[in-house]
């Protein structure tokens, strides 16, 4: 069996910089030959106080929300305009294209906005789903019953992750994860709280075909109330969610993922007051990476602590800080590739 299934992870993840002009332009990927439509994009300023933009292709270009704050979506003309067959475009919104102001574009490919619907049945909820099963994403519309239920993801594997949103109540962004100590757990996304365990009344499972909601937690699953759910499972050389324990000492843990990372998000989970710090290999193009963008805030790029090394099958740190590092605490992570630690033909990624 091949090490991974996916040579090039930027034909499936990819980090854009790019700096506003407060005019209507198109943002052209540099990954895999201008062949990548994005379907989920986060937006971040860097060079300025600002909250971070999700779109993705389910909900429509001109449908945003802030994963900083519990705000329903909005609905704008002048933020992100299009998804496009290499890129994306953007109109002249301060949040997203201000002139002089540098941002960041996360961007996740599913399925090209192209989806597979599904009706209600009893409890489960009607809605709709794009899956990119190669590289274990699917984006999830569906409308609550609330009721337990389940929602077809179309990855033919067990997710770990699960990001949900309501999207017209003012609700927690949930982070469901199996990734801390294999128990369904979860965190608000835009706070900087622990993990609290789910139970009978607030759970989200997952299975290789669905992901279970949760008996008439209107967070995820109110009756008649419309939702999105970034589902992900882990993929051999693409992609890791897992969890790791700090020491507290400048020559930190190391994480294992099996690839170089190009994406890393850290969480405290046992404990609460951190929030979740965003790194990345565009940003911060040598070790140690600095530069550091927050999910749950609209502070600008902070550059000034040397916290991690990202290596060729993982990252590791170089710093104290309970922010990511304090010690014996748990901490949750996400990472996508840049490149996987040995490619399906046997080639090893070079280090940094």
Do not use: C
Request: no cysteine; glycine share 10%.
């Amino acid at each position: 069996m091949a090490y991974t299934t996916i040579d090039d992870p930027s034909a499936h993840f990819h980090t854009h910089l790019y700096t506003g002009n407060s005019s209507n332009r198109s943002e052209t990927n540099d990954a895999n030959a201008g062949d990548f439509q994005p379907d989920w994009v986060w937006i971040k300023a860097r060079s300025e106080t600002k909250a971070g933009r999700i779109f993705d292709s389910n909900r429509g270009a001109t449908k945003l929300m802030y994963p900083s704050a519990t705000n329903s979506e909005a609905t704008t003309a002048t933020s992100l305009t299009s998804f496009d067959s290499d890129g994306f475009s953007l109109g002249t919104s301060d949040g997203i294209n201000k002139n002089t102001i540098t941002y960041v574009g996360w961007q996740w490919k599913a399925n090209g906005g192209s989806r597979t619907t599904f009706t209600e049945s009893g409890n489960n909820p009607a809605g709709g789903y794009q899956a990119n099963a190669t590289a274990g994403f699917s984006i999830i519309d569906y409308t609550g019953t609330g009721a337990t239920g389940t929602v077809a993801h179309g990855l033919g594997i067990t997710p770990k992750v699960a990001i949900i949103k309501d999207r017209g109540n003012s609700t927690h962004w949930i982070y469901a994860t199996t990734t801390v100590d294999g128990s369904n757990d979860a965190l608000y996304l835009e706070t900087t709280g622990a993990k609290f365990d789910s139970n009978s009344d607030i759970d989200i499972t997952f299975t290789s075909s669905n992901v279970q909601l949760a008996n008439n937690w209107v967070d995820v699953n109110g009756d008649a109330r419309n939702y999105i759910a970034y589902v992900f499972a882990p993929i051999q050389g693409y992609s890791k969610f897992g969890s790791y324990t700090g020491n507290g000492n400048a020559d930190g843990p190391f994480v294992y993922t099996g690839f170089k990372p190009a994406w890393v998000m850290v969480k405290l989970s046992s404990g609460s007051g951190e929030d979740w710090h965003m790194f990345d290999s565009k940003r911060s193009t040598s070790n140690v990476v600095k530069e550091r963008l927050i999910a749950n805030g609209i502070a600008a790029e902070n550059a000034n602590d040397s916290i991690l090394d990202f290596l060729s099958n993982g990252f590791k740190f170089r710093e104290n800080n309970a922010g990511w590092n304090g010690n014996n605490n748990t901490y949750i992570y996400m990472a996508f590739a840049e490149h996987p630690f040995v490619s399906s033909k046997g080639v090893p990624v070079t280090a940094r």
